[in-house]
């Protein structure tokens, strides 16, 4: 059974509901560092929303029967992207990252939707290209990415925290 996803910027209201999201989701990813291993990125994780704080910087969610089934955090300047490596330098370049999926509804084309979202928002924004990182642990994205277009870039390669960490781009 398909439901209509709507892409939207985060409310005040479900700043908290999606810092927990993103928490549960890459605190459960096999192979990623743990709230232990990297308190801070999880005390990012949980106040992911504030981000939209910050120049250039929207925080998205996908909602659907008055839920949120997953979000996402887009940059329209690169400078804001938060990133190790040279992400940051790069011009003429929008970005996203944390994209997350609840577990209740992966399945459901909430990424590709999210991903897309991006992508048309980059556009409009008249920027050359999206810049994407992900990681080993995230496999499973690694197709949806590349099927939309998406190559990996060495060059925008970076550890965190000595945990590898891979950049991907798509011309626009």
Not at 32 to 45: A, G, I, T
Not at 136 to 161: P, T
Request: glycine share 10%; hydrophobic share 35%.
């Amino acid at each position: 059974m398909s439901q209509e996803i709507i892409i939207r910027s985060v409310s005040r209201k479900e700043k908290s509901t999606l810092g927990e999201l993103m928490v549960e989701v890459y605190s459960n990813l096999p192979g990623f560092p743990s709230p232990d291993e990297q308190p801070d990125y999880y005390k990012m994780l949980k106040n992911i929303a504030d981000l939209d704080q910050n120049p250039n910087t929207d925080v998205f969610v996908a909602v659907g029967s008055e839920q949120i089934l997953g979000g996402v955090v887009y940059f329209s300047d690169m400078v804001q992207y938060g990133s190790g490596g040279t992400a940051t330098q790069q011009k003429n370049a929008s970005g996203f990252r944390l994209l997350a999926v609840s577990k209740d509804a992966r399945g459901l084309g909430v990424g590709k939707a999210l991903t897309n979202y991006c992508i048309a928002k980059a556009k409009k924004d008249g920027n050359k290209e999206l810049i994407i990182h992900t990681t080993e642990a995230m496999k499973v994205a690694w197709s949806m990415y590349e099927n939309f277009g998406f190559k990996r870039s060495v060059d925008l390669d970076f550890l965190q925290e000595g945990f590898p960490v891979y950049g991907f781009r798509l011309s626009l």
